[in-house]
């Protein structure tokens, strides 16, 4: 529970920071995404309004959760000076079902984008990005189990215990590149590819597999249950083994920096384009002047974050077989499991077959098909439609990998230049419905994927699902003319 209640706390400090990883959901579709057009679709950066576009600084936060509820406590703390959710109890959701836990994050700073002329532009980006996904097969909980030889109690008809958690955090610099390739009088098609260029900082992967137990009794005549089967693997970057309390903060971050693994990915898109030709001006020769506000339908297909990351095994990564039998919820009960080192202790080195990792290990990235269609309805008013399709599976397999939570998203806009309405609606890979909101005044752009987050603020039981994003985004050089040409010097 102390485990749980520390995740808990985690998810809800990085909700609240982001309202003070690819999700910022108002921007899909629109000719004024600017820099963030190429994680929607890396053909996108050529249609966009601005010849120019600087992304100052972005972040952006997302949980999915359906493993945890936290109890009796708000964001009504702030009042009183408290800190929020600080005397929250988290708990496990009542009854027999699987749970999950999904949660992304990103940040970025100085990014651009530069037409560079009327058939190519070119895009710069700087981020920070984080995953975690966990799951487990369904077993049966209630709010009255409150030790381990309890919850064996309940949970003898399951026949095996699986589960898998995975988190990869790294730095990437991305690249990108997109072209007219056909431009006449009723359509436009352009393409782009975005190379990536990635440094993993941190990599954890935690996968219990087939685990059983059974029962039996001791000298006393007392019941109690022991671990009888199952294999458990437990990989985490050397990065953690390297950070050292003695050391400054600069040290540590230069020493992280240094022994962390490159790698490079791609993303590539294309984006077709039906114009409005009833409102185009015409030039010279009779063919209609392109506008990137000015169309009828815009469709994309894109290939996102191609790759892997890859991270040196931390010292005690281990692969563990055929336990000794000598793990018992008596011992767990005797010790505080809520310490990562005594869980490590605990449950790693209580099996007759261990195997030591070496090397490295790979966390392949979100990849994933997008397909989306944005339909201008008139007088600045827009409704974008987007599907993502996950190569990867949620569930454990022979590879690491992660998934993004985005499944189908509809999002109706209202914008112009400097103003922005936006409404995004969707259901994510957890079958989970938000309802989101987000408004854009001058450069800066603030959203919520769900407005369900108010109720944080209530005194009760919360999930915590959710987030949001912000963005401050400018458009210098003669801003006040949206087909300007990039500087000159």
């Not at 230069?254 to 185009?280: A, D, M, P, R």
């Not at 949620?394 to 690491?400: L, W």
Request: charge should be positive; charged fraction near 20%; aromatic fraction near 14%.
């Amino acid at each position: 529970m102390k485990l749980l209640k520390g995740l808990g706390i985690v998810c809800a400090v990085v909700c609240v920071s982001i309202t003070n990883a690819q999700n910022y959901h108002a921007l899909a579709g629109s000719p004024y995404a600017g820099v963030e057009s190429i994680f929607h679709n890396p053909a996108s950066s050529i249609n966009q309004a601005f010849k120019w576009d600087i992304t100052l600084f972005s972040v952006q936060a997302t949980v999915s959760n359906k493993a945890f509820v936290v109890d009796n406590s708000s964001f009504q703390s702030l009042r009183y000076g408290s800190i929020p959710y600080k005397e929250a109890r988290v708990v496990l959701t009542n009854g027999y079902e699987k749970r999950s836990l999904n949660g992304n994050a990103d940040g970025s700073i100085l990014n651009f984008r530069c037409r560079l002329n009327n058939k190519s532009a070119f895009t710069f980006g700087l981020r920070g990005r984080g995953f975690l996904q966990a799951y487990a097969d369904p077993f049966i909980y209630s709010d009255t189990i409150h030790s381990l030889k309890s919850w064996a109690d309940v949970n003898k008809s399951v026949p095996s215990f699986n589960g898998n958690a995975t988190h990869s955090g790294w730095m990437e610099v991305n690249f990108n590149y997109s072209r007219v390739y056909r431009d006449d009088e009723d359509t436009r098609i352009t393409w782009g590819a975005t190379l990536t260029v990635m440094k993993g900082l941190s990599g954890l992967e935690f996968n219990p597999r087939v685990m059983t137990y059974g029962s039996s009794v001791n000298g006393n005549n007392v019941p109690y249950y022991f671990i009888n089967s199952g294999n458990l693997s437990y990989r985490y970057t050397e990065n953690y083994d390297l950070y050292d309390t003695n050391q400054s903060p600069r040290r540590n971050v230069s020493t992280i920096l240094n022994s962390s693994l490159n790698s490079f990915g791609l993303s590539i898109g294309v984006e077709y384009v039906l114009k409005n030709t009833s409102t185009s001006t015409f030039t010279s020769w009779g063919a209609p002047d392109w506008n990137a506000k000015n169309y009828d339908w815009k469709f994309g297909a894109a290939i996102l974050d191609i790759g892997a990351n890859y991270y040196r095994f931390g010292k005690d990564a281990a692969e563990k077989t055929i336990p000794t039998g000598l793990v018992t919820d008596s011992l767990f009960n005797r010790y505080n499991i809520g310490k990562l080192q005594t869980l490590r202790d605990t449950l790693l080195h209580s099996y007759k077959n261990s195997s030591h990792l070496n090397g490295h290990f790979t966390i392949y990235n979100p990849t994933r098909l997008v397909l989306s269609a944005d339909k201008n309805l008139g007088n600045n008013f827009y409704v974008n439609g987007e599907l993502t399709i996950n190569f990867f599976s949620p569930y454990a397999q022979s590879i690491s990998k992660l998934r993004e939570e985005n499944l189908v998203i509809v999002t109706p806009r209202w914008e112009t230049k400097g103003l922005g309405l936006y409404f995004p609606t969707q259901l994510n890979a957890d079958m989970q419905f938000w309802i989101g909101t987000a408004i854009k005044l001058g450069p800066l752009l603030v959203g919520l994927h769900d407005i369900d987050f108010f109720n944080w603020f209530k005194k009760g039981d919360h999930q915590l699902n959710g987030g949001g994003y912000v963005m401050l985004s400018i458009h210098p050089f003669r801003k006040d003319k949206e087909e300007d040409s990039c500087p000159r010097y």
